[in-house]
């Protein structure tokens, strides 16, 4: 029987492609993927690593200004989107973060591809309208690395997150389905915690509930391009 030679990051495309198809449709209306097709992802994500990528961290101060002040903290190497999900690769400076921010509607899942990152994760919960505020839940800070199995997010559950890169550079896989879109309500939005109890970086015993106030994207994160030169991926 002839090898298999598709590269793995070709088979998530396929996979996602299948799993968040319905998403979209109007009688799915949590946007929840097809379980089995999903279980199918997750296996394939899981097994992601560094390599299938031809991906490897970046050593600091390799090239003259890597670390200066006018390259980004975060960059971002597209790989394909489609009007079902976008998949690519978050690259973060050593102690970089992606701020608190919303994927509103979205599935998300994240894969370490190298380093260890600290994700924290929130729940949007029902509020009265008070415009730029929101009450939230705090879920979990969690720590991964290229060990551990992916990380998920759905619209409900831990929809918000703030991503750290944790003693020294790290690189992430990130699939959102269906991707960012502004002109169909899935704009990003940055926010701040304004109880200073969940600005802990320690994991809390339970759930705890908390404010937090829509801001502009900080001026201390922005994020930049950086061209995909793994395998060729087309869905
Ligand atoms: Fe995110």
């Known amino acids: 029987m002839p090898r298999d030679r598709t590269p793995l990051i070709q088979k998530i495309a396929q996979q996602a492609s299948l799993s968040f198809k319905d998403c979209l449709s109007e009688d799915n209306g949590d946007h929840k993927p097809l379980p089995d097709q999903h ?9 992601l690593r560094a390599a299938d990528l031809k991906l490897a961290p970046r050593k600091s101060g390799s090239r003259p200004g890597t670390d200066g002040a006018q390259n980004p903290p975060v960059t971002y190497m597209h790989i394909c989107e489609t009007p079902v999900f976008s998949m690519g690769v978050f690259l973060l400076r050593s102690g970089a973060s992606i701020p608190l921010h919303d994927h509103p509607g979205m599935n998300g899942m994240l894969k370490v591809l190298y380093g260890k990152v600290s994700v924290r994760c929130f729940d949007k919960l029902d509020s009265e309208d008070v415009p730029s505020l929101c009450r939230s839940m705090l879920r979990c800070v969690s720590e991964y690395s290229p060990s ?8 409900q559950r831990d929809n918000l997150h703030q991503i750290q890169a944790l003693g020294g550079p ?10 960012y879109d502004p002109d169909n309500n899935r704009d990003c939005h940055y926010y ?3 109880q200073p109890s969940a600005t802990s970086s320690e994991a809390p015993e339970r759930p705890e509930e908390t404010w937090l106030l829509e801001i502009p994207q ?9 061209v995909y030169s793994g395998p060729p991926v087309t869905v």
């Open 148 to 155: 551990s199995t992916p990380c998920l997010l759905t619209p």
């Open 39 to 47: 279980e199918q992802l997750l296996s394939l994500v899981n097994a």
């Open 192 to 194: 701040r915690v304004l």
């Open 218 to 226: 900080p001026e201390e994160f922005w994020c930049g391009g950086q």
């Open 170 to 179: 790290a690189a992430f896989l990130d699939i959102l389905a269906p991707p």
